[in-house]
């Protein structure tokens, strides 16, 4: 059972380029979360979904997008990056019956620079 | 929304003492309380929660307390070892489907 699965593991980008953090879970849970962690500020979220098809804006939405097109998938994309996109990016998921009654799993992260 | 601060931030102790983080938070709503421990290169996962109908929870070395009242959580380790050592998020949940977590607290356990 492989769990939350996100690559790639490290990536430097150039400013301006773009590019996509995948997500995936094996595991038929409902909802997905992407949080980005940086040094000393938590994790901080930036888009979730509750199922196939929806997803909404979390703290730090903005210079990301994110599509939700099957259960198991939730891509994170990065259109021009910038510098201040640096940082730690962890994929989550639950069953969405309740964060109190099943937690969220969390993926291994994706260390991203961007120079 | 939401907001949780933690303390310390960073915590420092000998083999076999006590550990103890303390959180911080704002939103009287909240009602889930999650505690992760985040092992270097790898995600949070969850090590113990508590509920805003429990005052206490306990799981071996590990125990979580509650004030309602005063909107603080606290985790206590007991009997620390060097495999403890790693950076602990506290969290609450307003609404059961987000969560707000505090800056992080790395434990180092000193052999």
């Known amino acids: 059972n492989a769990g939350v699965t996100q690559t790639p593991k490290f990536r430097i980008l150039k400013i301006g380029q773009s590019m996509t953090l995948q997500c995936t879970q094996d595991?038929?849970?409902?909802?997905m979360y992407w949080y980005r962690q940086d040094p000393g500020m938590g994790l901080k979220l930036i888009y979730y979904s509750v199922g196939a098809g929806i997803t909404d804006k979390g703290e730090v939405p903005n210079g990301y997008n994110v599509s939700r097109s099957t259960t198991e998938d939730f891509p994170l994309r990065l259109e021009l990056a910038a510098p201040s996109q640096t940082s730690v990016y962890f994929c989550a998921s639950n069953s969405g019956t309740g964060i109190s009654n099943q937690p969220q799993h969390f993926g291994d992260g994706t260390r991203l620079s961007i120079l | 929304g939401e907001n949780v601060e933690q303390h310390p931030s960073t915590l420092s102790v000998q083999e076999g003492d006590s550990a103890v983080i303390k959180c911080t938070y704002s939103d009287s709503a909240s009602n889930y309380f999650p505690w992760y421990k985040q092992e270097l290169g790898k995600g949070p996962q969850l090590i113990i929660d508590?509920?805003?109908?429990?005052g206490e929870k306990k799981d071996q070395r590990i125990a979580v307390t509650l004030n309602k009242t005063a909107k603080h959580f606290s985790l206590h380790i007991t009997e620390t070892q060097p495999e403890d050592s790693a950076v602990y998020f506290c969290a609450a949940s307003p609404n059961d489907y987000k969560l707000s977590f505090g800056a992080g607290t790395t434990v180092t356990v000193r052999a």
């Open positions: 508590i509920r805003s109908n429990v």
């Open positions: 595991m038929n849970h409902n909802y």
